[in-house]
């Protein structure tokens, strides 16, 4: 991409900072729509034989990528999500999906041509996924809740748009036209929206973006939540993939329908987390649990029943998919928080959530038909939602929220403070910044005294400023449009100069000065 194709791209991004956080939208809609066979399967399969199939081998394969790219070197991390690479990606995934409608049952129904498509589609889309967290992990707790609203919303208005598409089909029978164009077409949209620099995510802005990277440590709590996602996403797949084998492909698009028609109420739901100013406390880990109490209460519905269908059904599906969004969430205010590697923590994230669904597949498949011939339907939910309920429990005694989201160091806010605070959305930056009011510029003026007495570089000194005024790390790097690494990186060597241990340290030495050379005036 040559320079005027790069500025025209960042014109986006100017003029619309959430392009490149809808890429996830995209991501979701694109699965969907796979998921449910309305982009490539033909309408007379008479089971869900090869839908199953493709949730195997897509998801496998992007759980196997996830958990090996988070064991890579820095080194080979860095490149990942570089644009290049991930416009690549984009073309790989467009290419996969190609292979996937050929190679399906209407059309050739070649076996091999249709897993490598699986493949492609799999390993292509965790590369899509790393550049969306990264730019995630960016954001503030509310303005993170309010980004993934917003995907959520453009997730069911872009597959609303494919089952309203024109049913003019290539061949009789299969899939029309429009929803092979949009089935090919999203993965290149996808990693277009996912490269455009956004002032939300400020590392994309950088001339050569690099993706941001972090030693912040992984928790205990966090590898026990990991574990309780896997076990989520186990048993709600287990159940999904066993309905989905035994339905026929239109009701699996009903399914999916309803399914996707349910993120609207989940998107209103964060909205209103996002902006309420009395959910600020809010525990991260009595939501995990309210969601493992829903899916318990599935369980229950189908062990009364003794057959898996209906609203149970959909409840169960309902809570996967708000399983998924928290999981997401959690990653984002891990890395936000921690600054843990973005890459090791959404691929161990990313890759048990996936991993416990592809075990949930293969256990809902080949082993649960076989142990309903033991015992009863009844018999089996009852006991897994004793299970669910059982580790919701563990779960509320020994995990807490507050070590899990804790700051790295101690002049940082908490994750209670930053949603007591108001929404900043982001500024697009400019060179040429403006001093501020004129009744701070006398402060500024004093601060600056100080900086040069005690050798502050330029950038150092306008972040001395800053903090002496009481801004945050965080504001200050939305402010002068840099990653938090970088200010935290000035802010350290600011105190270790005056001699200040902390933010707040700092604040007070400098308004001392600041009161002693007026007096001194």
Same mark, same amino acid.
């Given at each position: ?126 590369? *899509?996924?790393? +550049?969306? !967290? #990264? ?10 809740? &309010?980004? @993934? $609203? ?124 996002? *902006?309420?100013? +009395?959910? !600020? #406390? ?10 493992? &109490?829903? @899916? $318990? ?225």
């Amino acid at each position: 991409m040559d320079e005027r194709e790069r500025n025209t791209v960042a014109r986006f991004g100017k003029l619309w900072p959430s392009l490149p956080f809808l890429a996830t939208g995209l991501s979701l809609a694109w699965n969907d729509i796979a998921f449910s066979g309305a982009g490539w399967l033909s309408a007379t399969e008479s089971n869900g034989a090869n839908i199953t199939l493709l949730y195997l081998y897509f998801n496998g394969t992007f759980a196997l990528a996830c958990l090996a790219v988070a064991l890579l070197p820095r080194r080979f991390r860095l490149p990942l999500i570089r644009p290049r690479i991930v416009r690549i990606a984009g073309m790989t995934a467009a290419f996969g999906a190609l292979l996937i409608i050929l190679a399906g049952p209407f059309y050739l129904d070649a076996v091999l041509p249709f897993n490598i498509g699986c493949v492609l589609m799999g390993v292509s889309s965790m590369v *899509i996924m790393l +550049r969306c !967290a #990264s730019a995630y992990s960016q954001l503030a707790p509310r303005q993170l809740l &309010l980004y @993934l $609203a917003l995907a959520q919303i453009a997730e069911v208005f872009v597959y609303q748009l494919n089952m309203c598409a024109p049913p003019g089909l290539a061949v009789e029978g299969g899939p029309s036209l429009a929803s092979i164009v949009i089935c090919i077409g999203l993965p290149l949209l996808m990693a277009f929206f996912a490269t455009i620099p956004s002032p939300a995510a400020p590392f994309t802005m950088q001339k050569n973006p690099q993706m941001p990277e972090a030693n912040g440590a992984i928790t205990r709590g966090f590898v026990a939540i990991l574990a309780v996602f896997f076990l989520l996403a186990f048993v709600s797949s287990t159940i999904n993939i066993n309905a989905i084998s035994q339905s026929n492909p239109a009701d699996t698009l009903i399914s999916t329908n309803i399914t996707t028609l349910l993120r609207i109420p989940v998107a209103l739901a964060f909205i209103y987390i996002a *902006i309420s100013p +009395r959910l !600020a #406390s809010l525990d991260v880990v009595k939501v995990i649990w309210v969601f493992m &109490l829903l @899916l $318990a209460m599935s369980f229950v519905g189908l062990a009364l029943l003794s057959a898996a269908g209906g609203i149970w059904q959909q409840l169960n599906n309902i809570c996967y998919t708000v399983a998924g969004l928290v999981n997401w969430c959690i990653l984002s205010l891990v890395v936000y928080q921690r600054h843990t590697s973005v890459v090791r923590t959404f691929g161990l994230g990313q890759g048990l959530f996936l991993a416990g669904c592809v075990t949930g597949c293969y256990w809902g498949v080949n082993v649960l038909p076989n142990l309903l011939q033991i015992v009863s339907p009844a018999e089996f939910f009852g006991a897994t939602a004793v299970v669910v309920l059982l580790v919701a429990v563990l779960m509320m005694i020994f995990i807490d929220s507050n070590a899990l989201f804790a700051p790295a160091s101690q002049e940082e806010e908490t994750l209670e403070e930053m949603m007591q605070q108001r929404i900043i959305m982001p500024q697009i930056c400019t060179e040429d910044e403006s001093e501020g009011p004129a009744e701070r510029r006398p402060f500024r003026t004093a601060m600056e005294q100080v900086a040069a007495a005690h050798q502050l570089t330029q950038r150092e000194t306008e972040i001395f400023v800053m903090l002496a005024r009481g801004l945050t790390v965080n504001a200050i790097a939305e402010q002068l449009c840099l990653s938090r690494n970088t200010v935290r990186t000035h802010a350290h060597a600011v105190y270790s100069k005056l001699g200040v241990h902390s933010r707040e340290e700092l604040m007070k030495d400098a308004r001392l000065r600041y009161n002693a050379e007026k007096s001194f005036v």
